[in-house]
């Protein structure tokens, strides 16, 4: 698929950068004409890869994060979000809802939240050397009738 448009960019993993990814995946988006519940699914999701690579992948030791975006034919967005912290053992498990490595007020629910807004989810991940997720989400063009 040929790539429209596409920007990266990287970012302390911090809780306060958590809103500045999103809100620059929605403006990136904006491009498409996504409808508004098109481009919150998109934001929750973001939302949820960021906040796993901030509380997961760095635990008690500060980070970066890596984002790219890309708009490809076909009105396809695509966002990676990488980190290089602790990785996952078993990404099939950490992929079940509920499972969380933390206790306290986590509910082991980001990746079922990403796998609901986005069309496709894609998580590799190797201890030791961080974890990558790959969602896509295809924004269908709007007919407007003139008239």
Same mark, same amino acid.
């Given at each position: ?22 809100? @620059? ?27 796993? @690579? ?31 912290? @602790? ?61």
């Amino acid at each position: 698929m040929q790539i429209i448009n596409k920007f990266n960019m990287s970012l302390f993993a911090r809780s306060a950068n958590e809103g500045f990814a999103r809100s @620059c995946i929605s403006a990136f988006a904006a491009q498409l004409d996504p409808t508004l519940e098109e481009l919150n699914d998109i934001k929750t999701a973001v939302s949820e890869a960021v906040t796993n @690579c901030i509380v997961h992948a760095y635990r008690e030791k500060l980070g970066k994060i890596y984002i790219t975006a890309e708009i490809v034919e076909g009105g396809v967005l695509k966002i990676r979000i990488r980190d290089t912290g @602790c990785g996952i053992e078993n990404v099939p498990l950490a992929l079940e809802p509920l499972f969380t490595t933390v206790g306290g007020e986590r509910a082991g629910l980001g990746f079922a939240v990403m796998q609901s807004f986005m069309d496709s989810v894609r998580v590799t991940s190797k201890v030791g050397k961080g974890t990558t997720v790959l969602m896509k989400k295809r924004i269908a063009p709007r007919i407007t009738v003139n008239g």
